[in-house]
């Protein structure tokens, strides 16, 4: 692995040198993301290196608290369990078909990174993935940002009614809401006989 990664570091450099000299339309950023990529590496734990050190070793400035969690919570099944899963577990149709899919955020190879990590992903996304960054640049977006850190870091103790309460705030679809409708007229129109 360690070699290979090597290797593929040098192969990143020479593209890039390439991509000065003869002007290569393909950025090389890209052509490396995607080796690596196949290569079977966690992209984030490569950006692990690009993220700020001072960000990286600061611990989640939010008291872990009851409401913190719940406020996390609350979030996530809105805005991230589409790809993630309530469970975190990325066992979703849009996170399985993504590639690089979305982790298992139970597991250690998302619970072992820093609160500060963590944080600086949900802010900035993860460049050439499906991953979108949710900072909006104001002091109550961090907030919920170190909210949902702290939610992250629940994802491996989460209980089955914690995990209902968060489907009654996963956003529907369309069809969802169209059969909703429907199945109240039809309701309805059974009260009116
Ligand atoms: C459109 C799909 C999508 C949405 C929505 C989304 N994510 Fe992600 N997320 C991903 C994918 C794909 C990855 C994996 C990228 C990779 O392998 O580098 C990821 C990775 C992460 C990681 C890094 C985990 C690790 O082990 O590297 C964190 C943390 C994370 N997401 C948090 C969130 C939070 C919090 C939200 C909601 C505010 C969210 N995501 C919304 C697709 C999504």
Redesign the pocket.
Known sequence: MAAGFVSLLILASVLMSLQTSLAVVIPAQIVVALLLAMAGV????L?HDAIPSAIRTMGNPTPRSAESVADGMA??AD??A???GNDGS?DTE??RG?Y????D?RLD??QQ?SDG??FY??EH??RF????G?RTGTTAGEES?WH?VH??RHLPTLTPAELDSMKARNPRSPEDIRFEIEEERFLNEGAQK
């Open positions: 966690h992209v984030s734990a950006l979030h996530f805005h991230c589409v790809c993630h990325g849009m996170g993504l690089p899919k979305a982790p955020m190879t998302t990174l990590d963590l992903i949900i996304g993860i993935t499906g991953m979108p949710w940002s949902l939610f992250i």
